[in-house]
Nanobody, 127 residues
């Protein structure tokens, strides 16, 4: 059974940084493209970043481009989202997701292309 567990969220001041981790198990992580999404109350889940199974291709939402870096360690079944220069509008619950491999829209952040989701980790950025 696929499982994704996020960690690393917390409270940080504007301009600060956070490093989110996602530990994966129950599926062949090294051949699975992965992504990060975020959601605030009353809003739809929003794409943040995605990475191909090899790590060779990465994709970012315009809102985080230049401030976020997605990476993965296939030997450790882990993906990382490094965030810098955080803004109050980055406040959200951040979710790790595994692409289903059938729908190529994963790279454009279409949530329907992702089959498995973590429970989320709260990121709060104070002004």
């Amino acid at each position: 059974q696929a499982q994704l567990v996020e960690s690393g969220g917390g409270l940080v001041q504007a301009g600060g940084s956070l490093r989110l981790s996602c530990a994966a198990s129950g599926f062949t992580f090294r051949y699975t493209s992965m992504g990060w999404f975020r959601q605030t109350p009353g809003k739809e889940r929003e794409f943040v970043a995605a990475i191909s199974w090899s790590g060779g291709n990465t994709y970012y939402a315009d809102s985080v481009k230049g401030r976020c870096t997605i990476s993965r360690d296939n030997a450790k079944n882990t993906q990382i989202l490094q965030m810098i220069s955080l803004k109050p509008e980055d406040t959200a619950v951040y979710y790790c997701a595994a692409a289903n491999g059938r729908d190529q829209r994963w790279m454009r952040g279409n949530s329907n292309a992702y089959d498995h989701w973590g429970q989320g980790t709260q990121v709060t950025v104070s002004s």
